[in-house]
């Protein structure tokens, strides 16, 4: 097939692949606890993390991976300041991103093009330096959701649960910000900034609304997010869309599928 | 023979700010014991509760788990809870019941330990305890609200704790459900010896299966109408264990 006779397609189906696998299941858990708001709130963060890697010249999936990782934590802070409106945090996160990136980018005048490619997705720019980034990441934060599974799943369904038998819930919360905010800077070269946190909502919304268990919805999430990934590659590859466009378009058709299917279909006893 | 409680309460004082609401509470469970505490909204009964569990520091006096002081007990607190609030969580949270039901084990497991085979099999027997073996495999949103409130008895249980506590365990419930929780709660404290602390704003249902009945009023805990209502369940001391002292699986 032509798609595969370019090297940086295999790099772009690599950290589609990886992305794929860590972003539903982030987004499993960031939606069970109504939080789904956070990952646009980092993925702002992000703009100035990428702005502040492109004038300084350190990698900007480095110095966005940074950026979130601070916001994430201040995130945290804020919603314990902020008890009864939680959503108060976001607000203020997402706002200082979007601000802080557009003085960083004005400091910097002439990165407007470079800025797209990361705003949007593109898959002609991963570079190996990329790959390792990401693949490093990647696997640390996989090792880590596997090891704190049992105590993301009791958290996820009762936080108050959790923490009157001793789970150590603030730095569980604390851990999995950092990780969210990982996997959002790793994902935002393939899918954009734009699109990154429709990569961990959209499969998870398909998946809640069919699954049998939590492990089943794990499952069918993964599945649903490699879909959309290799459809939308596909997709940017032949008819030159936006990577990040096309995959989450392909995940609201499969999302749209799955209530289709779920209203047509008799259901089992 | 021990005669240390499993759960023993010693002149505990809280107040919030200059308002009192425990003034001096003495109490203690033995081990089979279903105490019942009732009072009126505001008597202090979910404040007395949290002390219990460690969310609030009282003013003065002491509680211990088996001669431990609670405020020692910091990584596992070995006391099962069945919130009131339990079947106010999402119904649409994609987990089955066994789900629900191993999350409870979490805790006793500690960070980065994964479940064994035995945890898999104590679990199992749990959902057994509660009659809902049948339904293990079941999203938890398609239950009924009384066998909700089971899963989370077994939630409560599966961990193999001292004492459970159960914060209004039967509200929301239709007449029959509350029958049967309260009839659940009576056969494991005949079969298993389960040691309960059961919080209510009214005593009706409750009354025929607790052992001992504690009225919280306000300042003060009148332990005036202190009596054995069950004649099955004879006060008797356990031996002080390593492990859980009710539930032998």
């Not at chain 1, 990361?118 to 990329?130: E, K, R, T």
């Not at chain 2, 309460?9 to 089979?32: A, R």
């Not at chain 2, 054995?228 to 859980?244: D, F, G, H, V």
Request: aromatic share 8%; glycine share 8%; with cysteine.
């Amino acid at each position: 097939m032509e798609i595969f006779q370019y090297d940086f397609m295999y790099r772009a189906f690599l950290i589609g692949i990886i992305v794929g696998l860590i972003c539903p299941v982030i987004g499993l858990f960031i939606a069970l606890r109504r939080m789904s708001m956070m990952t646009d709130a980092l993925a702002h963060v992000c703009l100035s993390g990428v702005a502040a890697g492109l004038i300084t010249g350190i990698p900007p999936v480095l110095s966005a991976a940074l950026f979130a990782t601070g916001g994430g934590l201040v995130i945290e802070k804020l919603r314990k300041r902020f008890s009864s409106y939680s959503e108060i945090s976001i607000a203020i996160i997402m706002s200082t991103g979007v601000a802080l990136g557009a003085i960083i980018l004005d400091l910097g005048k002439g990165y407007g093009n470079n800025l797209m490619a990361y705003l949007f997705g593109s898959i002609v720019a991963i570079s190996p330096n990329d790959i390792l980034i990401i693949t490093l990441t990647g696997s640390m934060v996989l090792i880590l959701i596997f090891f704190l599974r049992k105590e993301l799943f009791s958290i996820a369904f009762d936080e108050e649960n959790a923490r009157i038998s001793r789970i150590p819930v603030d730095l569980i919360n604390t851990l999995f910000t950092i990780i969210t905010a990982l996997t959002i800077a790793m994902s935002i070269r393939v899918i954009g900034i734009l699109m990154v946190s429709s990569l961990m909502i959209l499969p998870v919304a398909a998946a809640m609304s069919i699954a049998k268990s939590f492990k089943n919805a794990v499952v069918i999430a993964v599945i649903f997010a490699q879909i959309a990934i290799v459809i939308g590659l596909f997709a940017s590859f032949y008819i030159n869309l936006a990577p990040g466009g096309s995959i989450v378009m392909t995940s609201v058709v499969l999302l749209i599928g799955t209530f289709v299917c779920k209203a047509i279909l008799p259901k089992r006893p | 023979m021990n005669n240390s409680g499993v759960l023993e309460i010693n002149e505990l004082s809280f107040s919030y700010g200059c308002h009192t609401v425990l003034d001096k509470i003495n109490l203690k469970v033995n081990c089979g014991d279903i105490v019942a505490i009732t009072g009126p909204n505001g008597s202090g009964k979910t404040t007395l509760l949290k002390l219990i569990l460690g969310q609030l520091k009282p003013d003065t006096g002491w509680i211990k788990l088996y001669d431990n002081n609670i405020d020692k007990l910091k990584n596992k607190l070995p006391i099962g809870y069945l919130s009131q609030k339990a079947t106010h969580f999402n119904q649409q949270f994609p987990a089955t019941a066994r789900e629900v039901v191993t999350s409870g084990l979490a805790a006793k497991k500690g960070l980065f330990k994964a479940y064994s085979k035995d945890d898999l099999l104590i679990i199992e027997k749990t959902l057994l305890m509660v009659n809902m073996s049948q339904y293990a495999n079941q999203l938890i949103g398609s239950l009924s609200g009384g066998q909700q409130q089971k899963v989370f008895l077994a939630r409560a249980l599966v961990s193999q704790p001292d004492i459970i506590i159960l914060d209004e365990p039967v509200t929301g419930l239709d007449i029959d459900a509350q029958k049967e929780i309260y009839r659940l709660l009576a056969d494991l404290n005949q079969n298993h010896r389960l040691t309960a602390l059961i919080v209510s704003h009214e005593l009706e249902g409750l009354e025929s299966i607790a052992t001992h009945q504690v009225c919280l009023d306000k300042k003060m805990c009148s332990c005036a109408c202190h009596k054995y209502l069950n004649p099955l369940a004879q006060i008797k001391y356990c031996e002080k264990k390593s492990s859980n002292p009710m539930l032998n699986f």
